[in-house]
């Protein structure tokens, strides 16, 4: 392997091996072949990523192919939707192919299958058919069509063109092997009856070729040199090939397939199927409902395009099945909007606070810094009055030692202005506190250099002022689903699994800045979250989403310290975190041999946690023992996720292009899929 080979994923190396081969780099032309029969989703993503990051690497066009041989799901709608969010991806196409636009020459094809003896028209039932086909275990048997003549199939061939037969009254199928050990190569269908009108075609046909039949022609035809594929098509690649035999004169670059783990979310469905159901069936407003797993539902909801790629991109490219925590997802973009989210004030859950030594009447307009991660964002003015709101939550009557917001008789700083010191309260007939009375120290402004300004007081709360506060609908999203697998269970709908508290409506009150927001605009509220400008919002009605909380509140509770004999022991307070290294090596001794899904789980844990490692903490996995696999694991995700956040490559760093050509060499597998994306 040459040097710059070293840090391929096996999709990258199966191209450079090509190269070394009869392929040259003009030869190269990759595909993104979606079926225009929804939205595309989340998991559609990697597929995109691969085959458009690919086109990037090697400067090879790629183009966006519609399959669309299914007249009955297929809408202009999805076509458009498609176009949309590849483009809005970052990701532009060189050619905009159909699989319609086909239609004849694989019609014309077909015709010379059933000349050589190689296709017939099977008039049969449809569970006529599966029972004949056999099982993975019993050889299929031929039907008593399979010898038909070659005039007959041509004939009852052109009549089912021609509209005479009705839906399943006729199919015609490949004549292969019905005993082969793939049951994909016995006899596939290739040609349906669809009396219905096509998107593009209207009324022209009424036969239609199946998926299997149209992908890899539709691959020979735009000479597509590798077709890239999601892992359940890997049983296909057999009959890809057989049917590419049929067609291909030995001149032309022939297509070949290879395939990639697919992306699995948990908490997620990824069945277009089934999500249009929620759409049907009223669950969600539409495929753009920011809780859906669609990519427009997630520019929706305020994710970057930027964020979903670099998401795509820590997952890498693999060779199994696995299921991603959504929490890596949702760390992606708490990362990527740290950076460029201006961070503003709104209360979601407010009370009233009067500071009773203000003056009445009078008002201030105090700097507030826009982003701390990004100087040039500079500063805006934030209105400041004698009665402000502040969330419920940030004060309490009655408070212990550890609370650091306001109380009684206590001091915290109003962020961006100045101290205050909890007073007395007043509360309606019920008892709920409706108004908190307080004193301010008008010494101690921020930024105002004074000695009173820098006094050290614990809490900072945000607030908004009540005369210049602007009312907005915020719409607080949660997951869809309560449940990791909800499309895991055999006795159980998927649809049981929805998360009754998914959509949260509430009024907020923001500060004046945002006044003329415009749609898709995103913001920290600070301490809340990052919310972005609903499409359905309006100048004289602001809505704003929740993109994703500013911490995971999904996180799984840590287990109880183990009880026993704790003379000795440190009192909590006492006790120093765990550093990112420590947990890192604690969670990599037992990772080899944890469930898949919980060792997903760990691996997106050392992932965010590796971020804030340094090199020489990195390389001290390198020269772990062979036989501490998990360790070993532990050690790669770490060095994957740390060149990532310092913008490295393993050949910048001693030690680690042995480290991980060792693990690819190494005879477990998780640890071989691990080091891939290198």
Known sequence: MTEDNKSLNFLEQIVEEDLKG???KEDLRFRFPPEPNGYLHIGHCKAICISFGLGEKYGAPVNL????????????????????????????????CFSSDYFQQLYDWTVQLIKDGKAYVDSQSSEAMA???????????????????????????????????????????????????NMLMRDPIIYRVLHKDHHRTGSDWCIYPMYDWTHGESDYIEQ?????????????????????????????????QREFARLNLNYTIMSKRKLLTLVEKGV????????????????????????????????????????????LLEFHIRQDLNNIAPRVMAVLDPVKLVITNYPEGQEEWLDAENNPEDEAAGERKVPFSRELYIEREDFKENAGNKYFRLTTDKEVRLKNSYIIKGGEVIKDENGVITEIHCTYDPESRSGSGTEASKRNVKGT?????????????????????????????????????????????ITGYLEPSLKDVEVGDIFQFQRKGYFNVDKESTADH??????????????????????????GQAK???????????????????LANLPEDKRIAAVADIQKLAASLTEDEVKGFFNTSAKKVGTRIAGIESLYAFAKAQNKTINDIEGAEAFVEKAKEDSNEILQDAASRF
């Open 22 to 24: 009869s392929y040259s």
């Open 284 to 327: 969600v407003s539409g495929w753009d409902d920011p809780r859906m797993p669609t990519i427009s539902g997630l520019r929706r909801r305020g994710y970057t395009a930027a964020a979903i790629r670099n998401f795509i991109d820590a997952v890498g490219v693999a060779k199994r099945e696995n299921v991603i925590d959504v929490a």
């Open 461 to 505: 709360l945000h607030w908004v002022s009540i005369a210049h506060a602007i009312k907005a609908e915020v719409r607080l999203f949660d997951r869809l689903f309560s449940d990791e697998n909800p499309d895991g269970h055999e006795d159980k709908d998927f649809m049981e699994f929805i998360n009754p508290n998914s959509l949260t409506t």
């Open 572 to 590: 909590p307070q006492q006790q120093q975190k765990a550093s990112a290294l420590s947990t890192i090596n604690k969670l990599g001794k037992k």
């Open 224 to 256: 597509v040199s590798h077709s890239l594929c999601s892992l359940e098509f890997k049983p296909h690649r057999e009959l890809y090939d057989w049917f590419l035999d049929q067609v291909y004169s030995g001149e032309d670059l022939r297509p070949k």
């Open 131 to 181: 029972e004949q086909k056999g099982t993975p275990t019993q050889p299929g048997v031929p039907g008593p069509y399979r010898d038909r003549t070659v005039e007959e199939n041509l004939d009852l061939f052109a009549r089912m063109k021609a509209g005479e037969f009705k839906e399943g009254e006729h199919i015609l199928r490949a004549k292969i092997d019905m005993a082969h050990v």
């Open 65 to 96: 192919r519609f399959d669309d041989t299914n007249p009955a799901k297929e809408e202009q709608e999805y076509v458009d939707a498609i176009k949309e969010d590849v483009s809005w991806l970052g990701y532009q196409w060189d050619k905009e």
């Open 542 to 567: 602001l809505i704003f989403n929740r993109t994703v909380g500013l911490r995971d509140s999904w996180a799984k509770v840590k287990p109880k310290q183990a009880q026993g004999n704790t003379q």
